[in-house]
């Protein structure tokens, strides 16, 4: 299983970037899927993340990132997109989605995309 993240790049402060992560693979199902960063000294952190339920998908956000970032999963397409709006100089990073899920042989997977950096300016 395979994890293609895009869409990173460089903005100024209040302005908007969308980060898509695509799966691929032996992929059976996919638990939870999100979006992490990561700054230079600093461990990485969550952003945003969708896990999947018997009642629906439920989200769960960053507080710094809450009311300005959005996160969707496509099932059917095994992605995930974070839209950012309102971006600031911290949420400088390297962002990295990551999945967690089963294969066709229902052994779990947990893999990590490549990374991709934003780049907020004041």
């Known amino acids: 299983v395979q994890l293609q993240a895009s869409g990173g790049g460089l903005v100024q402060a209040g302005g908007s970037l969308t980060l898509v992560c695509a799966a691929s693979?032996?992929?059976?199902?996919?638990?939870?899927m999100g979006w992490y960063r990561q700054t230079p000294g600093k461990e990485r952190e969550l952003v945003a993340r969708?896990?999947?339920?018997?009642?629906?998908?439920?989200?769960v956000y960053a507080d710094s990132v809450k009311g300005r970032f959005t996160i969707t999963r496509d099932r059917a397409k095994n992605t995930v997109t974070v839209q950012m709006n309102s971006l600031v100089p911290e949420d400088t990073a390297v962002y990295y989605c990551?999945?967690?899920?089963?294969?066709?042989?229902?052994?779990?997977?947990?893999?990590w995309g490549q990374g991709t950096l934003v780049t907020v300016s004041s």
């Open positions: 990551g999945a967690d899920g089963l294969d066709q042989k229902n052994a779990r997977f947990i893999v």
């Open positions: 969708v896990t999947s339920g018997p009642v629906g998908p439920s989200t």
């Open positions: 693979g032996t992929i059976s199902s996919i638990n939870v």
